[in-house]
């Protein structure tokens, strides 16, 4: 099994940016296809994007070309880049560990002016 903890979230107006980190526990994190996912209030909770074990990426279409998925093998370390960020980005950002459907506890983003 694995433990995931996010971190990095906090509040920013619109257009600006954060980096969401997920640190991993456990071992073959390496070896795992990582996801971060959100949810918003009132909505399910979406795939955001998505990095395969050779660092090969996925975006959902809404954050394509301003977000970007990145892992550290060496730290057991995840990241989200989220760039031009929009209100309707608002929502807790989770990250998961899709071979052992893990989730870590969520860390909350709002975007507001």
């Known amino acids: 099994q694995v433990q995931l903890v996010e971190s990095g979230g906090g509040l920013v107006q619109p257009g600006g940016s954060l980096r969401l980190s997920c640190a991993a526990s456990?071992?073959?994190?390496?070896?795992?296809?990582m996801g971060w996912y959100r949810q918003a209030p009132g909505k399910e909770r979406e795939l955001v994007a998505r990095?395969?074990?050779?660092?090969?990426?996925d975006y959902a279409d809404s954050v394509r070309g301003r977000f970007t998925i990145s892992r550290d093998n060496a730290k057991n370390m995840m990241y989200l880049q989220m760039n031009s960020l929009k209100p309707e980005d608002t929502a807790v950002y989770y990250c998961?560990?899709?071979?052992?459907?893990?989730w870590g506890q969520g860390t909350q983003v709002t975007i507001s002016a």
């Open positions: 990095i395969g074990s050779y660092a090969d990426t």
């Open positions: 998961k560990d899709e071979h052992w459907e893990s």
């Open positions: 456990g071992s073959f994190f390496s070896q795992h296809v």
